[in-house]
Structures are given as C-alpha cells and as structure tokens.
C-alpha cells in the first residue's frame, strides 16, 4: 500500500484482504436482507479494516510514526473508526449498486448502517466524481485548449460568481511550456512564493493541487465542482446544478432545476431519458449528448472516526470501475 499527498504522484492502493471481501458482498447481491450472514460480512469488513491499518503502518512508516507518537488510546481507536467507515462507505456504494439493479432503492442497508454508527462513532460522506467538470481535460492531448471544455469552466464560473481564479492559470499548470499567459502563471511566479513550489506543467495528480494555481489559494468554491478523476462526462443523475448549467448557454437555472427535479423521481436510466424534461430541445440535447452519462464508477468518500475527545479524518478516492474496487487517493487528517 501506497500513500499520495499534496504535490506527490498518487499510487494505487493494493487492499487485498478488503477487496476480497467486497467481492463476496458483490457475489451475495441476491441475498435478502441483512441477518446473521450480513453482520458477519460488516463485522468482517471492521476487522479488515483494522489489519489495513496495519500494513499502512508497514509502508508508510515515517507518517504513522509521527501520528502515532501524538495518538491517545482514543486518537487510536478514532482512527480505526475512521477506516471502518472508509470501507463501509464502500461497502455501501457496491451494494446499492447492485441493489439499484435488482430493487430500486438499497434501504435495508441503510438501516442498517446506521444501526452500527450508534454503535462505531463515526460517519462519511460520499461525493461522485462523475458528477464535476475534470479540469485535466482543458488541454487536448496534443496540448491545443480543448475550446468547449473551457466555455464550459468559463460558465461554472460565472454561475457561481466567481472573482478568484482564471482559466489562463489552470491552462498554465497543465502546458509544458513556462510561457505565462496574460492571468496564468509558471514556475517563476510560484518558485518565488514564501513557500515556493514548481509549477506542474502537465495533468493535475491531485484534486489538492488545484489549490495551488495562482487564483485557486484557500478554497474557492469552484473547487467543489472540478475533478482529475472522471473520464470527462458529467454524470446528469448526481451533477449538482451549477455543474449542469455549465454544460451549455441554453441550460439556465430554470431547465437545471427541472434536471434534477425530474431525477429526484426518476433517475435517469439513459441520457435519451433527458429529452423527457421540459425545455430540452432535440437540439439542446444533441449539443450535449457528447458531455454527459447516467453513471458514476468513481467517488470521494470522507470518513470520520470519534472515540472520547478524539477525532481522525480520512479523504479517499475510490474507483469502482472493473471487478475490484481500487483506491485512487488516500490521505489521513
Ligand atoms: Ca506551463
């Protein structure tokens, strides 16, 4: 196992012990309900989760060194919590997976999810990725600005009335060159920063790294809705509606509410599905056909584990795509 942070190229995590059991709960999807088996099959993933702790402490020894010399029993027993929900929280994102299949709405394990939060403190959060704009994308890949990507983050900015950021500094990190562009900058303008830095002149390797373009310091809000992780196409079933108006200039606040209020009652099982929303045109949806899916096999899972006074983050990337799921990005807080 492999950690990747701020400024470091990102790893895959070899998980082996917890992949092996998200298989068997993928292999089990047939099973109804939750009982004794379904414990069983949590429990283990709790355990795993645990032994997973360990083989990170193996491979990232100098960090876990660190931690661990500022851990209390409860700091300890917050982190296992905290690598419980992460698995949880994947656990729970294959299952519905397989139960929106078979059963439209994967309740019973909700239920009984939260059932064990009363009993392990901890929550998650997950965030599709599918559902943002992937900001590597701006460049082609013969480096030429891919021009309709770039009206598209143009639109997300003005949506969200953005005054920080351009697109000339994201255009910037991602050329080769060390030209700066009338509002970009290269690593002239970051390696003289109180804490310099390269500029990175090709593809973001972290979503954190955004935060490093001149523009995009602190944590703007366009943030929220930029990925490095999704294969380009906006996934119209979770993208939130900034993301959908800034698919093109005819889509404005009324037709996005419309999205998603027809998605909160129908999710979208094909993008023809999005003809049946009123106001889109056979034009409108031929200009974004190119743009857009109804599935997501990528999310963000930020989990939390408490114990007493203690508390311990953990941000993950997970992908679902293939038989196994693999992280992506891992990092502890
Ligand atoms: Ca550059």
Redesign the pocket.
Known sequence: MKLAGIGYPERTLALDKPRKVLMTAAREKNRKGFGSQGTAFLITILIVGSLTALALAFAQEAIVEVSLSSYSRDGIVAHQNAYSGVFLALAALKKEESDAVENGQPQEIKAFLEQLKSEFDFSWRVIDECGKLNVNLLLNADGEVNEERSAQIVRLFQTIGSKEGSLDGLF????????PRMNGA?SDYYENLEDPYS???GPFLTTRQIHMVRGFEGAPQIADFLTIYSDGKVNINTAPLEVLMSLHESIDTPTAQMIIRYRQDIPFKTTEDLKNVPGMDDSLFAAILPWISVKSRIYSIEAEGRHGDASFRILAVASLEGKKPRFLYWRTL
């Open positions: 910037d990190w991602l050329d080769q060159d060390d030209e290269e500029c990175g002149n």
